[in-house]
């Protein structure tokens, strides 16, 4: 698959390396906080595995499943909710966990949405920002990796369902996409 893919953007090495990084400014910001980590499934789920992991402060894990109308590689900010948290989350500390952040538009009504339960807190983490792309700009204390106007697959992040499996994160090549 790597040869079909041509470009590494980001081994998985570099990738294990910033979710510790990532998962240590976690465990020092939420000493006794208790927060909710809720992963966007499903281009989240293996960020989200390993960044759990690896923070030290006890937090729980929810899932949430949206689905953005528009092409498999375009969002066009449209978004229904195919699967809802299971938990409550009024009064508690909610850090969203992201794979990608593009144009933006997933993550605005995410934040609006979860900040209408009335949390004490939400704040964003995502594995990589696109900003070249971006349409919305949220606040997010947590990222991973900018990467290139390019599409992007691998470690959860998919083209039509392919390439979530991979260990690394690659650039499609142009002519793959529809
Ligand atoms: P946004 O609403 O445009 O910010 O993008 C929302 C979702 O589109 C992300 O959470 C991803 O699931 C998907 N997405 C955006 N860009 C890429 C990419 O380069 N590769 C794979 N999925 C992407």
Same mark, same amino acid.
Do not use: W
């Given at each position: ?16 390396? =910033?979710?510790?990084?990532? $998962?240590?400014?976690? *465990? ?36 949430? $499943? ?21 938990? @409550? ?13 593009? *144009?933006?538009? *997933? ?15 939400? @704040?964003?983490?995502?594995?990589? *920002?696109?900003?070249?792309? =971006? ?36 650039? #499609?090549?142009?002519?793959? #996409?529809?």
């Amino acid at each position: 698959m790597k040869n079909e893919l041509e470009e590494v953007l980001l081994t998985e090495e570099q990738i294990r390396t =910033r979710v510790s990084e990532i $998962a240590a400014r976690i *465990t020092a910001d939420y000493e006794g906080k208790d927060p909710v980590l809720v992963c966007v499934l499903k281009g989240a789920v293996f960020f989200m595995a390993d960044l759990v992991r690896e923070i030290r402060v006890p937090c729980e894990m929810d899932f949430m $499943a949206v689905s953005s109308y528009g092409s498999s590689s375009d969002s066009s900010g449209v978004v229904r909710i195919l699967k809802d948290l299971d938990a @409550q989350v009024e009064g508690r500390h909610v850090i969203i966990v992201e794979d990608i952040i593009d *144009t933006g538009l *997933t993550l605005s009504y995410l934040m609006k949405n979860l900040k209408a339960r009335n949390p004490a807190d939400v @704040q964003v983490c995502a594995l990589l *920002t696109k900003p070249a792309r =971006r349409k919305v700009d949220n606040p997010c204390r947590y990222v991973g990796f900018e990467v290139p106007n390019k599409f992007v697959v691998g470690y959860g992040l998919d083209y039509e369902e392919r390439y979530r499996n991979l260990r690394f994160i690659a650039a #499609l090549p142009e002519e793959m #996409l529809e």
